[in-house]
């Protein structure tokens, strides 16, 4: 085995400048190291550094002051301590409960990845290190890795002709698909603004929870279709003849309200390269926040489509009445249709702190005005992919059962 | 839209300790910026750093020496320079020639991700960010998402009896396979050691260099297999119950010989689960050093298997006589039964400072000896992927033409 331990060696060797900071004293650094407790440790070998510190989102908020927009609950920080050999650590001083956490170091003034991590997720332009802590039976449970038969997680390009361009679109299909002749039913998965279509599956931990619902017999079987939402984009970053583009907004022929009209274009798709029950008792749609804008109007431009409709952290009225795609006109006339065709499920679910939640208090106050029937769940914290992994673990199971 | 874009304010102003670098008197900071003339400018927002360098395979290496190894070129550091607002800057003094780099930044001694760019790569367990020289009509055009039809990507599971494992791999097929009855030639490429199935397609930018060829109508529409080559593991770190492992070496099993033996069980799945031209004719199986080298043994032990078989950089021998299983026995046996079925094309590619050269020079001389067929290219550079990417241009239009 020496030459192919060497083969490692040269590669690594390579990159010392790259590799010296995971050294200290021939011990790699571990961090962040999950204690037997769940307390966890995060450790820096950064002996030149003048302060180090930890924010995330397992540290309790502080409310800060936003300029323009009011107070808002930020991660907390919290020092770590420099010991004789040049490493920083911080335990948490009390166990952290079962979620998906996301961190990053700040030396002397200046953020930075964890060094020791290489799990990330990027959320917009903003990338993170992750770590999870697990309990079994927890909610955070679901969104770990477990020794479950795994479905297929696919990027697929298909053709959009009410968008006149060729889109990108993540598809999970369950365990069992490739070895069965079964249909499926089609669960249609929305992501917000500066979202595309790789956040559902990176922040949303779709696969896995997917994964653990099905094989605890919690969820059906299904195909989850994840588009991207941005109408002018083909793509997430990265994924286009732009290159390596910084990310970001991008709302341009938003208020079109193309991509609502033409999603028929997607399921289309689905219908044809995949074993779907192609009928509306087997298809859900639901989105977080502009997601769940999509979420709304398309469900009701086309009410025989979906049986099953989840508004997840919702903007519900984000035109204001300057939307004048047909998509946005006669939005009670459209409900109405929409509810007299009976939907199996209307589900809306939101944090008690979202800055959208009094929008979704009025949209309630139409349901409930008009005897429309819905499920409602409310979280606590605010418009968070903590929250919107929560309600996909309460959506899901909740889909075409009979 | 306001509250459309007020909901996206909000999820970054929940963030504003992760955010703030990014901003600097209004404006954010643009970094790496590719210049007209391919100069590329790197900036990080750092007031209170003492020193600001930037490391990267652009910057012309420096040859240093490894304990217990010998010298090795590394690539070189460059210091960046602070301006009145904090900002520091560094361009570089000629343009880059067209292909695709890596680099960090290192802030008084730390190295740090570059937090205005979100495109990274893992090798290993070390992270770098990454940029694109591009220029039509070159080589590193080819690594670039271009404005042709895109093939599906599937990270699959399937079952190894061979292994004993349900594993993980990476499937590309091309553009057009979803909407034909066609069936198509298959090429198994694999990682190196501490790779993964994810190593490629990321690293090595399989998908994209396919999409290219084949609209370029330089190669053969074909779907690309990309296995897990660690006969221990499921699937790559973060993919397996192990959970946010941190990514290693692990040969485990390796001298076992089961990850060659146990090969057809991925030739099955693949044959029985996609269209494919099943025989030897439309079969090619390629690998880089650990990956050249299971490509290597897999090839001659399965002689009707594959007609065309590449080694990248490829780990010839070792194992010096250690490897007892019987993929390992009787070397030269083994390639006489190989030749003497008459393989379309045998390959050989390394870098001219490859740490494995004198090992490939000696793996000719066999060949020669014995009048056994092969093509040679030979570039310049070591075991890097730069090389592994322009084998992979060169190996795949020699495929499955007749």
Sequence with gaps: MKKLLISTVAILATLPVFSQQALWGG???????????????????????????????????????????????????????????????????APLAPELYMYSFVVDGLRMMDPSNVYMNRDVATVTNIFLIDEPGSRAHLYKVNDVPHGTVSRVWYDSPGLNLKRRMTIYTPPGYEDSNDSYPVFYLLHGAGGDEEAWIALGRTAQILDNLIAEGKAEPMIVVMTNGNPSQEAAPGETSEGFKRPGMDVSRMNRGEFETSFPDVVNYVDKH?????????????????????????????????????????AIFPFDGRGEAPVY???????????????????????????????????RQILDANGYPYEYFESPDGHIWKNWRIYLTEFAPKLFKQ
């Design 274 to 314: 995949y074993r779907t029950k192609a009928d509306k008792a087997h298809r859900a749609i639901a989105g977080l926040s502009m997601g769940g804008f999509h979420s709304l109007h398309t469900s009701k431009f086309y009410p025989d489509l979906f049986d099953y409709v989840g508004l997840f952290s919702a």
């Design 27 to 93: 011990t790699e650094i571990v961090s962040p190291e999950i204690n037997p407790d769940n307390s966890v440790t995060f450790r820096l070998f950064a002996p030149n550094a003048q302060a180090v510190q930890v924010t995330g989102d397992f540290l309790p908020t502080q409310t800060v002051e936003v300029p323009n927009f009011g107070e808002v609950d930020v991660p907390g920080v919290a020092d770590l301590v420099k010991d004789e050999k040049g490493v920083w650590s911080f335990t948490t001083p």
């Design 329 to 363: 006109q006669d939005f009670e006339g459209k409900l109405k249709t929409q509810f007299e065709k009976n939907p199996k499920l209307y589900y809306i679910a939101i944090g008690d702190k979202d800055f959208l939640y009094n929008d979704n208090v009025k949209f």
